[in-house]
Antibody
Framework: QVQLVQSGAEVKKPGASVKVSCTASGYTFTDYYIHWVRQAPGQGLEWVGWISPSNGGTRYAQNFQDRVATTRDTSNITAYMELSRLTSDDTAVYYC???????????????????WGQGTLVTVSS | QSVLTQPPSASGTPGQRVTISCSGSASNIGGNYVTWYQQIPGTAPKLLIYYNHQRPSGVPDRFSGSKSGTSASLAITGLQSEDEADYYCAAWDGSLSGPVFGGGTKLTVL
């Protein structure tokens, strides 16, 4: 069965960086994008960005464009999200999610987040 | 401020039918598939509906989705206490080149 297992909770000081991992199993890692979504305490879901495990291509939400980086290690079937210059506003649970997709005319398109990791709580506090 | 608009709360009694709306624009719901998620507090979201109305294996047929123009709805029939959760809609936004979410609807089973 498809599983995404994330790294454990982190506590960081303002200005620091955090790197969260997401290890996949149960499917071919390079066949599906990995997305990152965050949820601040008591708030809704916010898309952060995605990475294509097959070619390393990335795209980020405008809010995070200049301080987020997503990478992958195909040999360890793991995706990573690193967020830098942390502030208290970055305190949130960060989820990785597999991008469900459909393909048409030689291109593939996102249609859902079909499997989710368990989430990683990142706390930013001085 | 979420790109998609959902009511913050909804409620119903066991056995009732409830609907949750999700409103967007031509760049997201109007031109792309809508998806719905259920999130029980303290857990990760779970996919309920994709392709506007398709249910993944294991999701009861009490849950159904629909879309018309730039709006979508999630309907839950035969409401059960275990349905008490937060529900989120999402769709791809062509202008933003990424998925966007609604703000979430907290469903209370009275």
């Amino acid at each position: 069965q498809v599983q995404l297992v994330q790294s454990g909770a982190e506590v960081k000081k303002p200005g620091a960086s955090v790197k969260v991992s997401c290890t996949a199993s149960g499917y071919t890692f390079t066949d599906y994008y990995i997305h990152w979504v965050r949820q601040a305490p008591g708030q809704g879901l916010e898309w952060v960005g995605w990475i294509s495990p097959s070619n390393g291509g990335t795209r980020y939400a405008q809010n995070f464009q200049d301080r987020v980086a997503t990478t992958r290690d195909t040999s360890n079937i793991t995706a990573y999200m690193e967020l830098s210059r942390l502030t208290s506003d970055d305190t949130a649970v960060y989820y990785c999610a597999r991008g469900g997709q459909y393909c048409s005319g030689g291109r593939c398109y996102w249609h859902s987040f079909d499997y989710w990791g368990q989430g990683t709580l990142v706390t930013v506090s001085s | 401020q979420s790109v998609l608009t959902q009511p913050p709360s909804a409620s119903g009694t066991p056995g009732q039918r409830v609907t949750i709306s999700c409103s967007g624009s031509a760049s997201n719901i109007g031109g792309n598939y809508v998806t719905w998620y259920q999130q029980i507090p303290g857990t990760a979201p779970k996919l309920l509906i994709y392709y506007n109305h398709q249910r993944p294996s294991g999701v009861p047929d009490r849950f159904s989705g629909s879309k018309s123009g730039t709006s979508a709805s999630l309907a839950i029939t035969g409401l059960q206490s275990e349905d008490e959760a937060d529900y989120y809609c999402a769709a791809w936004d062509g202008s933003l080149s990424g998925p966007v979410f609604g703000g979430g609807t907290k469903l209370t089973v009275l």
